[in-house]
């Protein structure tokens, strides 16, 4: 392909990628310092209750225990991710006066070994007074509900309501409602690499380092400032290589804050790994809801309303579930033109591990719950499935009133090219083989300051030394995505330089510029943006140099590549990267080039700059005698804005499929009073590769304003289609209907029965 | 929350007579031990903190025991130490006993197939295991050696109860033996599991041996997996087969028959009614393939 870049849109193999593949490249699992001592959490076997007593004496008599705290040796207060609404701060780092639920930490200790502080653990002897537990959001609310939090009236952590234009008259307009409930199931993360970190503590200096896997060391940095009761700049957060996060590693979790206060109470190093079962019942995971959707459509299929209401089981804390929640209702209205559109959501506490972000952050289940509904209102209306979300789609400009504005839009050609490639791809079905819609949106990022940061959302810098080698400092958080190859990609192009020159330094507090970290598909574009003005600030220098040296006047273009700087119109005329980068040194006293760069997003609605967006089908095969569906074939077609690798971003898009298929086939936590029955991966079912079926891309790539280079993001809008597109190619195959995700063979043999049933129902009733 | 960690005491005898002299002491001591292969299942159910024991006998180190010979009359013997990978992989199990490949493709990932064993797979005693249900349609017998000498059980009769097989604690399983297939004979498989590779919620084998016309049933051995305490034998859903033609209606019957004789539990995954109607689902299609296979052998 013609391109005017010479390294972003070119794959390009992950700059990280021979150091994690030879197990060189060190994560914070792998790390250890000389000295260091092992922690271990002492947890509450009960959903709720007070904490009467803690003992401690006999743990402490262990050879090898060095320390064992607990809720009283947390010297800062609460914290959390809202830190504009204070209230919303619940998160503490040993529970001081009660537990909500099964696996909070009440103490830690630290020994020597590993087997001594598990054997500690069981030592510590703690007395509770057991209270009622609650544990599903309908009961939580009611009035005879225990308190969880004793400030949160019935148990209501945070609410929304948001409405445009007027439903109630779209309603009244419709020639055809409906209305549908839905209850989804929680989603566990599962990162490769556990949560786990590594304190040490100078008392000398009175100041902290932490390697530790995170989404986000400025987030962590906050997060222990706060439970510590220290100063942001005095805790150094260092982000080694990260095996997944996927929204689980946003908050600050007690491998952190403990393995931070067992180093400051023992001044040695002190390191917390959770185990497989501590990440299924103590981490965080995805929202599980009840939901109930009407929507009102004209004969043709026009969306004239919607209304959405929810209840989320948010568990005993908000982590950034209240975002969740606000997320859940935006893009379930993408990518469609809803005139008239109300959404009333309500996150309750309970006594479970809590709900959090998790890719595709509050759209899964409620884009679940519209993407299911339009096939079976289409179905009844006889209208084609593709043909009715064909109608409505968004097109570039279309605003929801206060809410969001969507620039480049590439989701009208994305689903003209899904209808033609269909008829070649998939030309005759088998018997029992469906094929399901579902299309999709995600943002690039959110403009929301919830954490209330003062600094810019994304910083970066970058310093050109006398060899025309690059050091790039940023904060911006690669956990598996690839955005250290992204970042240096886009340094390199806007250098005209190649990935090879670039040293990046990511992920360090103490030397790098802040960025708000991983989350909702922000790096690309606020990280990207950052560095490309750090980097568009030295090449100005560079340019600004050589057209003094040539002698052109202010009217002649100069353009930076393939390490040359030359004349646009004239590229004989120009001089080397590397000449001009000695030149401009020499020039600036010895200095080297120094670039920095910051972005925030302005005048972008209250959402997002931009948004990645498409249409999926997927191909299914159901067994009617065992209810076993088989996802055969995928195909999408994406609008990402200007791709930047395009490797990655195909990692990015099949890695959403596969959490998404997980979500919509296998993948559930059923919970007894608090309990979760299947921590493991034996028995929580994770897709495996042998299940992945065949995924097609097809890129419509478009220009985004607010992108570099154009771009926007790749990395979750994947998700939320995947399961209603599922859902919708088993409703297609056979006409069995869900009001849950997680179609597992039993759930789906039953509702193929139902299914065939209310057939042979209707047919008699046309008798 | 359970401990991941205990620590043990480790002991890799090099021969046979060694091993089993250790089997022996430990068992007269009293001792809590384990002996190990390949370590696919005893790993799990350590780290799961559900057993715990004092010491660990390795028996890795008994090479010779690592083997799979064939001979027309002997039939297919697998050693001790042979792998499921090594199983998967043999040509003469792919030629002579295709179902045991096919089996074992669908077992776990190749990691665990690389390093775990079939006998120590079938000492696991897990009713829900691959390998048991194949071994009782190809009329196994399993061969165990303790210190007073050498006996051989038929796999069916191998596990007794969950968890909790045949062998006795100062034993080791050494050899599983597979007589040839009989002539006109067909032998089919199939797991049912929700992801690739994983622990079955119901399995079913059928070998179904035809006349010389290639008409009438002569005989029929059907195992179950995941459907009981123990892998099982569904006799009854035999009876219903044997010396007769096989017909749909039959095979119908004959897994009507075969959910009778099943005895399956909940779990976090299905419901025992599920499962006790997957076990009807498969008697029929696996039946059908066996039929198919038997015509064709």
């Known amino acids: 392909m013609e391109t005017k870049y010479s390294v972003i849109g070119k794959p390009t193999g992950n700059v990280d990628g021979m150091a994690k593949t030879t197990g060189e490249g060190k994560y914070t699992f792998d790390m250890y310092l000389p000295n260091m001592l092992y922690g271990k959490h002492v947890r509450s076997p009960?959903?709720?209750?007070?904490?009467?007593?803690?003992?401690?004496?006999?743990?402490?008599?262990?050879?090898?225990?060095?320390?064992?705290?607990?809720?009283?040796?947390?010297?800062?207060?609460?914290?959390?991710?809202?830190?504009?609404?204070?209230?919303?701060?619940?998160?503490?780092?040993?529970?001081?006066?009660?537990?909500?639920?099964?696996?909070?930490?009440v103490a830690a200790v630290a020994a020597t070994t590993k087997d001594i502080a598990a054997k500690a653990v069981e030592l510590v002897k703690v007395e509770y007074e057991i209270l009622p537990g609650v544990f599903d959001p309908l009961e939580a609310i009611k009035d005879d509900a225990p308190l969880i939090h004793e400030d949160f009236e019935n148990n209501i952590n945070a609410t929304r309501h948001i409405e445009w234009g007027n439903v109630d008259e779209g309603f009244k307009q419709a020639d055809y409602v409906r209305e549908d409930k839905f209850t989804l199931f929680p989603q566990a993360v599962v990162s490769m690499e556990v949560h786990n970190s590594l304190a040490s503590y100078d008392k000398g200096t009175g100041k902290l380092t932490i390697w530790s896997s995170t989404q986000s060391p400025y987030y962590l940095q906050l997060?222990?400032?706060?439970?510590?009761?220290?100063?942001?700049?005095?805790?150094?957060?260092?982000?080694?290589?990260?095996?997944?996060?996927?929204?689980?590693?946003?908050?600050?979790?007690?491998?952190?804050?403990?393995?931070?206060?067992?180093?400051?109470?023992?001044?040695?190093?002190?390191?917390?790994?959770?185990?497989?079962?501590?990440?299924?019942?103590?981490?965080?995971?995805?929202?599980?809801?009840?939901?109930?959707?009407?929507?009102?459509?004209?004969?043709?299929?026009?969306?004239?309303?919607?209304?959405?209401?929810?209840?989320?089981?948010?568990?005993?804390?908000?982590?950034?579930?209240?975002?969740?929640?606000?997320?859940?209702?935006?893009?379930?209205?993408?990518?469609?033109?809803?005139?008239?559109?109300?959404?009333?959501?309500?996150?309750?506490?309970?006594?479970?591990?809590?709900?959090?972000?998790?890719?595709?952050?509050g759209a899964v289940p409620t884009v679940y719950a519209a993407e299911v509904q339009l096939d079976r209102a289409a179905k009844e209306m006889g209208i084609d499935p593709l043909a009715i979300r064909r109608k409505n789609l968004m097109e570039p400009g279309y605003e929801a009133p206060g809410q969001y504005k969507v620039e480049s839009c590439g989701i009208v050609p994305c689903v003209d090219k899904m209808a033609e490639r269909i008829k070649e791809k998939w030309p005759k079905l088998e018997k029992d083989e469906g094929i399901g819609y579902a299309g999709f949106a995600y943002m690039s990022g959110g403009i929301f300051n919830w954490i209330d940061t003062p600094y810019a959302y994304s910083g970066a810098r970058v310093q050109v030394n006398i060899d025309g080698s690059v050091d790039l400092f940023t904060q911006a958080a690669d956990i598996g995505q690839g955005h250290n190859t992204v970042a240096v990609m886009i340094c390199a192009e806007e250098l005209g330089i190649g990935i090879e020159d670039i040293r990046l330094h990511p992920g360090d507090t103490a030397t790098a510029p802040v960025d708000l970290g991983a989350w909702g598909s922000r790096e690309t574009l606020m990280n990207g943006n950052a560095i490309k003005m750090a980097a568009g600030q030295?090449?100005?220098?560079?340019?600004?140099?050589?057209?003094?040296?040539?002698?052109?006047?202010?009217?002649?273009?100069?353009?930076?590549?393939?390490?040359?700087?030359?004349?646009?119109?004239?590229?004989?005329?120009?001089?080397?990267?590397?000449?001009?980068?000695?030149?401009a040194i020499k020039l600036n006293d010895g200095e080297p080039l120094i670039g920095t760069g910051h972005y925030t997003p302005h005048n972008k609605g209250m959402i997002s700059p931009a948004y990645g967006m498409g249409i999926m089908a997927m191909k299914a095969k159901v067994d009617r005698e065992t209810g076993l569906v088989e996802a055969k074939d995928v195909l999408i077609v994406h609008d990402c804005g200007q791709v930047i690798n395009p490797l990655g971003a195909r990692g990015q898009v099949e890695g959403s499929v596969h959490m998404g298929l997980g979500y919509a086939l296998t993948e559930e936590m059923p919970n007894d009073n608090g309990l979760v029955l299947n921590p493991s991966i034996n028995d929580y079912k994770i897709i495996r590769q042998r299940d992945m079926p065949q995924i097609e891309l097809l890129d419509v790539p478009t220009y985004d304003p607010s992108g570099p280079f154009g771009a926007k993001e790749a990395a979750e809008a994947t998700i939320s289609p995947t399961a209603p597109a599922l859902a919708n190619a088993v409703f297609d195959a056979c006409g069995a209907e869900f009001d849950s995700n997680c179609l597992k063979p039993e759930r789906v043999l039953k509702a193929i029965r139902e299914a065939e049933k209310n057939q042979k129902n209707k047919a008699k009733a046309k008798k | 929350m359970k401990n991941i960690t205990n620590s043990f005491e480790y002991f890799s005898p090099k021969t046979l007579e060694e091993a089993l002299k250790l089997v022996s002491q430990f068992d007269?001591?009293?001792?809590?031990?384990?002996?190990?292969?390949?370590?696919?299942?005893?790993?799990?159910?350590?780290?799961?903190?559900?057993?715990?024991?004092?010491?660990?006998?390795?028996?890795?180190?008994?090479?010779?025991?690592?083997?799979?010979?064939?001979?027309?009359?002997?039939?297919?013997?697998?050693?001790?130490?042979?792998?499921?990978?090594?199983?998967?992989?043999?040509?003469?199990?792919?030629?002579?006993?295709?179902?045991?490949?096919?089996?074992?493709?669908?077992?776990?990932?190749?990691?665990?197939?690389?390093?775990?064993?079939?006998?120590?797979?079938?000492?696991?005693?897990?009713?829900?295991?691959?390998?048991?249900?194949?071994?009782?349609?190809?009329?196994?017998?399993?061969?165990?050696?303790?210190?007073?000498?050498?006996?051989?059980?038929?796999?069916?009769?191998?596990?007794?109860?969950?968890?909790?097989?045949?062998?006795?604690?100062?034993?080791?399983?050494?050899?599983?033996?597979?007589?040839?297939?009989?002539?006109?004979?067909?032998?089919?498989y199939t797991k049912f599991s929700q992801v690739v590779g994983d622990f079955a919620l119901a399995s079913v084998a059928v070998a179904i041996t035809l006349d010389s016309k290639k008409d009438i049933c002569s005989d029929v051995r059907i195992g179950l997996g995941s459907v009981a305490a123990t892998p099982l034998r569904a006799k009854k859903a035999e009876e219903i087969l044997r010396g007769k033609k096989i017909t749909d209606d039959l095979l119908a019957k004959a897994a009507q028959a075969a959910m009778d004789e099943s005895d399956p539990t909940d779990s976090v995954d299905a419901s025992g009614e599920y499962k006790r109607e997957l076990v009807g689902v498969f008697v029929k299609r696996v039946g059908k393939e066996a039929l198919e296979r038997a015509k064709k052998a």
């Open chain 1, 538 to 583: 030295v090449k100005q220098k560079l340019v600004d140099l050589a057209r003094a040296k040539l002698g052109e006047n202010i009217a002649y273009d100069l353009v930076c590549r393939e390490k040359r700087i030359y004349l646009e119109l004239r590229p004989e005329r120009g001089y080397s990267y590397y000449e001009m980068v000695e030149a």
């Open chain 1, 46 to 105: 009960y959903p709720h209750a007070k904490i009467i007593s803690i003992d401690a004496s006999e743990a402490l008599k262990l050879p090898g225990v060095k320390a064992v705290i607990t809720g009283k040796d947390v010297p800062g207060g609460k914290w959390g991710l809202w830190r504009r609404f204070r209230e919303l701060c619940d998160q503490i780092a040993l529970a001081d006066d009660k537990v909500r639920f099964i696996g909070e930490p």
């Open chain 1, 223 to 361: 997060g222990l400032a706060d439970a510590l009761k220290m100063r942001e700049g005095d805790i150094r957060v260092i982000k080694p290589h990260v095996g997944g996060g996927y929204g689980g590693k946003n908050s600050t979790m007690p491998d952190a804050t403990t393995a931070a206060l067992l180093s400051m109470k023992t001044g040695r190093p002190v390191k917390v790994v959770f185990n497989r079962e501590e990440e299924f019942t103590t981490t965080e995971h995805r929202m599980g809801l009840h939901l109930a959707i009407k929507i009102g459509l004209k004969k043709d299929g026009t969306i004239l309303a919607r209304e959405c209401k929810i209840i989320t089981d948010g568990g005993a804390y908000t982590g950034l579930g209240a975002t969740a929640l606000y997320l859940a209702g935006i893009f379930q209205t993408f990518p469609y033109k809803i005139p008239n559109w109300r959404y009333d959501a309500f996150r309750t506490y309970t006594n479970k591990v809590w709900a959090t972000s998790v890719r595709g952050f």
């Open chain 2, 28 to 188: 007269k001591e009293g001792k809590d031990f384990k002996v190990v292969a390949g370590g696919q299942s005893i790993n799990l159910v350590m780290k799961q903190g559900v057993i715990a024991p004092e010491a660990v006998i390795s028996i890795k180190g008994l090479s010779d025991m690592d083997y799979v010979k064939f001979d027309e009359k002997a039939g297919l013997k697998i050693g001790a130490l042979a792998t499921h990978r090594a199983i998967e992989r043999s040509s003469v199990v792919e030629k002579k006993f295709g179902v045991l490949a096919e089996m074992e493709h669908n077992l776990s990932s190749v990691e665990t197939r690389n390093w775990g064993t079939v006998a120590g797979n079938i000492c696991h005693g897990d009713p829900g295991g691959d390998v048991a249900p194949v071994l009782i349609v190809l009329n196994a017998n399993v061969k165990m050696a303790g210190v007073k000498g050498e006996r051989t059980v038929p796999a069916e009769d191998f596990t007794l109860d969950f968890y909790e097989t045949a062998l006795a604690h100062d034993e080791l399983v050494t050899e599983i033996q597979i007589p040839t297939v009989p002539p006109n004979t067909g032998v089919a």
